[in-house]
C-alpha cells in the first residue's frame, strides 16, 4: 500500500498540467487506441473465420462482445488491483496479457479457443492498461483535463485508421493466423505504455507521514457510490447508450460487403470513420474545457448520444457506397464526441475521492449491456438478413440513453452541484493542497492548517465533499 499510495494520488500531490504530463498523454493515447479500436479493427477477419469455422455473424460478434465485456466488467478487479499495487506495475502485466492472447488465437482450432484468447485474455490485458491509463491522466492534469480526455480519447480513431487497413493487408498476405501473429507483437507496446505512468511524488517530505494516514483509510472498493444519485443516473444511461453504440463500427464492413462492395473498399469505410473520429474528439475536448461550456458538460454529453442514435436511425436505409460513407463521417462526429466526454462527466459527477471506484463499478454495469449488444445484433441479422434492422435497433437504444441522461440530470442532479464543476473542483484541490497554483501561493500557517484538514479526512470515513475530478 505504501508504494500504490503516491502512485494514487493521495493528498498532497500535484497535478502539474503538464511536464511529464505530456509523456503520459501519449501513453494514455496509445492505450485508449488499443482498448477501443481493436474490438472493431478485428471484425475484418470475421469474413475468413466464418469459412474457417462454418458459424455465423452472431457467432463472431461474440469476439468484440467478449473483448469489450471484459473491457468493462472487470473494472473493479482493476480498481483493486490499481489500489493496492499502483498503476506501472498493473499496466506491465496488462501489455503482456494482450499479447500473449492474441498469439495463443493464432493457434486456435475452434471458435471457443478465439473466445478464450482473443477475447478473455487480450480483453483482460487491455482492461488492466486502460483503467489506469484514465487515472494517471487526471493525476497530471487539472484545468487541462478536458482537453487531455479529448487528445487521449482520440487514440482509438487514430488506431482504427491503422489497424483496420493492416489487418486487411495482414489477412491477404499472412492468412488470419499470421494476422493474430502479428497484432499480438504490436499489443506489446502496451508494455511501453504503462513504463510511462511514473509517479507523482509529495511536493513536501514532512507530509509523507500525514499522507499514509490518509492513504491507510482508503477503500480498495467504495461501493457507496451507489448512494449517489448522478452516478446512478449516469450508469443507466451509459448502459443503454453502450447497448448500440459498438454495433454500427462492427457491422459497417460487413455491410459494405454484403453489397457486393470489395473487401479493400469496404475496410475504408472504418479508415473514413476513424480520420473523422480523430479530429472530433480533441475538438470537443476544447469545446468541453470553455468556462461556459464545462458546467453544463452533461448536456453536451446527452446531445453526443442522442446526434449518435439519430445518425443511426436516419443513416440505416444506406444501401449505396456513397450512403454509407456519409453514415460514417456523422457517425464518425458523433461517436468522437461521445467518446471525448463519457469519462469526463463521470467525473464531473462523482468527484475526486470517489473516482477509481466509480469507474471500475459503471465499466462493470455496462459489461452486462456490452456483451448482449453487438451479438443481439447479430442474431437480428443472422434472422432478417437486412442489416437496416441491426442499425435501427443500435440508433433507438442510443437515443433512449440520451433522454435517460438529460432528463434525470435535469430533474434530479442539477439542485446538486451550486457550483461549477469546473470550480468546485479547484476549490476543492485547494482545501487538499493538491494543486501546484494554489500550493505555492499559501503561506506557511495556512500549509499547516491544510496539514491538519488532511489528518481529519482520513480519519472521517465520507465527507460531504462534492469534487468534480478525478479519482485519486
Given at each position: 500500500m505504501g508504494g500504490a499510495a503516491v502512485d494514487m494520488g493521495p493528498s498532497g500531490v500535484k497535478a502539474p498540467d503538464g511536464g511529464w504530463g505530456w509523456a503520459v498523454l501519449m501513453g494514455c493515447f496509445i492505450i485508449t487506441g488499443f482498448s477501443y479500436a481493436f474490438p472493431k479493427?478485428?471484425?475484418?477477419?470475421?469474413?475468413?473465420?466464418?469459412?474457417?469455422?462454418?458459424?455465423?455473424?452472431?457467432?463472431?460478434?461474440?469476439?468484440?462482445?467478449?473483448?469489450?465485456?471484459?473491457?468493462?466488467?472487470?473494472?473493479?478487479?482493476?480498481t483493486v488491483l490499481v489500489n493496492k499495487f499502483g498503476c506501472r506495475p498493473?499496466?506491465?502485466?496488462?501489455?503482456?496479457?494482450?499479447?500473449?492472447?492474441?498469439?495463443?488465437?493464432?493457434?486456435?482450432?475452434?471458435?471457443?479457443?478465439?473466445?478464450?484468447?482473443?477475447?478473455?485474455?487480450?480483453?483482460?490485458?487491455?482492461?488492466?492498461?486502460?483503467?489506469?491509463?484514465?487515472?494517471?491522466?487526471?493525476?497530471?492534469?487539472?484545468?487541462?483535463?478536458p482537453l487531455a480526455n479529448g487528445l487521449a480519447a482520440a487514440g482509438s480513431p487514430v488506431a482504427?485508421?491503422?489497424?483496420?487497413?493492416?489487418?486487411?493487408?495482414?489477412?491477404?498476405?499472412?492468412?488470419?493466423?499470421?494476422?493474430?501473429?502479428?497484432?499480438?507483437?504490436?499489443?506489446?507496446?502496451?508494455?511501453?505504455?504503462?513504463?510511462?505512468?511514473?509517479?507523482?511524488?509529495?511536493?513536501?517530505?514532512?507530509?509523507?507521514?500525514?499522507?499514509?494516514?490518509?492513504?491507510?483509510?482508503?477503500?480498495?472498493?467504495?461501493?457507496?457510490?451507489?448512494?449517489?444519485?448522478?452516478?446512478?443516473?449516469?450508469?443507466?444511461?451509459?448502459?443503454?447508450?453502450v447497448l448500440g453504440l459498438f454495433v454500427p463500427p462492427v457491422f459497417?464492413?460487413?455491410?459494405?460487403?454484403?453489397?457486393?462492395?470489395?473487401?479493400?473498399?469496404?475496410?475504408?469505410?472504418?479508415?473514413?470513420?476513424?480520420?473523422?473520429?480523430?479530429?472530433?474528439?480533441?475538438?470537443?475536448?476544447?469545446?468541453?474545457?470553455?468556462?461556459s461550456v464545462r458546467p453544463r458538460c452533461v448536456y453536451l454529453f446527452s446531445f453526443a448520444m442522442l446526434f449518435n442514435g439519430c445518425t443511426d436511425l436516419i443513416c440505416a436505409q444506406a444501401n449505396t457506397y456513397s450512403g454509407l460513407v456519409l453514415f460514417?463521417?456523422?457517425?464518425?462526429?458523433?461517436?468522437?464526441?461521445?467518446?471525448?466526454?463519457?469519462?469526463?462527466?463521470?467525473?464531473?459527477?462523482?468527484?475526486?475521492?470517489?473516482?477509481?471506484?466509480?469507474?471500475?463499478l459503471v465499466l462493470l454495469m455496462e459489461a452486462m449491456a456490452v456483451l448482449?449488444?453487438?451479438?443481439?445484433?447479430?442474431?437480428?441479422?443472422?434472422?432478417?438478413?437486412?442489416?437496416?434492422?441491426?442499425?435501427?435497433?443500435?440508433g433507438a437504444e442510443v437515443t433512449l440513453s440520451a433522454f435517460i441522461l438529460a432528463l434525470g440530470n435535469f430533474f434530479c442532479i442539477k439542485t446538486k452541484h451550486t457550483t461549477p464543476p469546473a470550480a468546485t473542483e479547484m476549490n476543492v484541490r485547494a482545501a487538499e493542497g493538491d494543486t501546484l497554483k494554489y500550493d505555492e501561493v499559501m503561506t506557511e500557517d495556512e500549509k499547516v492548517d491544510l496539514g491538519d484538514k488532511e489528518v481529519e479526512v482520513g480519519d472521517q470515513e465520507e465527507q460531504e465533499v462534492a469534487p468534480a475530478g478525478l479519482s485519486q
Open positions: 479493427a478485428v471484425s475484418v477477419f470475421f469474413k475468413e473465420l466464418i469459412h474457417e469455422f462454418g458459424v455465423g455473424y452472431s457467432d463472431m460478434a461474440w469476439i468484440s462482445s467478449i473483448v469489450l465485456a471484459m473491457l468493462y466488467g472487470t473494472g473493479p478487479l482493476c498493473v499496466m506491465m502485466v496488462g501489455g503482456i496479457l494482450a499479447s500473449l492472447g492474441m498469439i495463443l488465437a493464432s493457434f486456435a482450432t475452434s471458435v471457443i479457443h478465439i473466445y478464450l484468447c482473443t477475447g478473455v485474455i487480450t480483453g483482460l490485458g487491455l482492461a488492466l492498461n486502460f483503467q489506469p491509463s484514465l487515472i494517471m491522466l487526471n493525476l497530471y492534469f487539472s484545468e487541462k483535463r482504427l485508421c491503422c489497424l483496420s487497413p493492416l489487418g486487411q493487408l495482414f489477412q491477404h498476405k499472412y492468412g488470419w493466423r499470421g494476422g493474430f501473429l502479428i497484432l499480438g507483437g504490436l499489443l506489446l507496446n502496451c508494455c511501453a505504455c504503462g513504463a510511462l505512468m511514473r509517479p507523482l511524488l509529495p511536493p513536501k517530505k514532512k507530509r509523507e507521514q500525514e499522507i499514509e494516514k490518509v492513504q491507510i483509510k482508503r477503500k480498495l472498493l467504495d461501493f457507496t457510490v451507489f448512494k449517489d444519485r448522478g452516478f446512478v443516473i449516469y450508469t443507466v444511461a451509459a448502459s443503454a447508450m459497417v464492413v460487413n455491410y459494405a460487403k454484403s453489397l457486393n462492395y470489395e473487401d479493400t473498399k469496404s475496410a475504408l469505410l472504418l479508415t473514413i470513420l476513424g480520420l473523422v473520429d480523430m479530429f472530433a474528439r480533441p475538438a470537443c475536448g476544447v469545446i468541453a474545457g470553455m468556462k460514417c463521417v456523422f457517425f464518425g462526429i458523433s461517436y468522437g464526441m461521445v467518446g471525448a466526454l463519457q469519462f469526463e462527466v463521470l467525473m464531473a459527477l462523482v468527484g475526486t475521492e470517489k473516482f477509481s471506484s466509480a469507474i471500475g448482449v449488444g453487438p451479438p443481439g445484433a447479430g442474431r437480428l441479422l443472422d434472422a432478417t438478413h437486412q442489416y437496416k434492422h441491426a442499425f435501427l435497433l443500435a
